[in-house]
T-cell receptor, first 111, second 115 residues
């Protein structure tokens, strides 16, 4: 089982600010994912990575960017936050097996 | 195009009853079908999963039924409890076609179990 950590858990920020949502996992899983989810609603894949220096955009267009310079770390950055970015952001990781593990999420509110 | 269709969108069941959530898929290359459970304010957690070589898998009160010919699979929650109240997501994936096993999720079902 993977331990996936996301920080911060909650973030309230003003429009135009740059933010970075942190995601880390301790099990060395190659594949990592970012999803955007309004509370209780469907999951939208916004970014994924199959390993170090590998990043791809997901099905939902997002103004955020990601990086993967270490296996265990997959941060998501918004250069200029807007109210439309208000949502929950979920990080996930998966090894060569099928099981995908999710972190607890970051609830972002942009005023 | 949504590749995994989930129904119903919401479900209310009395305590002790059976909750049934259905999913249908289009891509015959899918070979892994998990169900996730999500409580408010939490990330989804894997509940149970099945591969197409079996028609049913049971873990405690939770059962997946899989119908390969109909391209459908369902989650049955027996003796439903108020603690089962959550949002449930079905998903499917395939290692083929370049997707490398990325999960395709249904839109979710909000289950409420009334005491």
């Amino acid at each position: 089982e993977a331990d996936i950590y996301q920080t911060p858990r909650y973030l309230v920020i003003g429009t135009g600010k740059k933010i970075t949502l942190e995601c880390s996992q301790t099990m060395g899983h190659d594949k990592m994912y970012w999803y955007q989810q309004d509370p209780g609603m469907e999951l939208h894949l916004i970014h994924y990575s199959y390993g170090v220096n590998s990043t791809e955009k997901g099905d939902l267009s997002s103004e955020s960017t990601v990086s993967r310079i270490r296996t265990e770390h997959f941060p998501l950055t918004l250069e200029s936050a807007r109210p439309s970015h208000t949502s929950q952001y979920l990080c996930a990781a998966r090894a060569h097996t099928d099981t995908q593990y999710f972190g607890p999420g970051t609830r972002l509110t942009v005023l | 195009q949504q590749q995994v269709k989930q129904s119903p969108q919401s479900l209310i069941v009395q305590k002790g009853g059976i909750s049934i959530i259905n999913c249908a898929y289009e891509n015959t290359a899918f070979d892994y079908f998990p169900w996730y459970q999500q409580f408010p304010g939490k990330g989804p957690a894997l509940l149970i999963a099945i591969r197409p070589d079996v028609s049913e898998k049971k873990e405690g009160r939770f059962t997946i039924s899989f119908n390969k010919s109909a391209k459908q699979f369902s989650l049955h929650i027996m003796d439903s409890q108020p603690g089962d109240s959550a949002t449930y997501f079905c998903a499917a994936s395939s290692i083929y076609g370049g997707s490398q096993g990325n999960l395709i999720f249904g839109k979710g079902t909000k289950l409420s179990v009334k005491p």
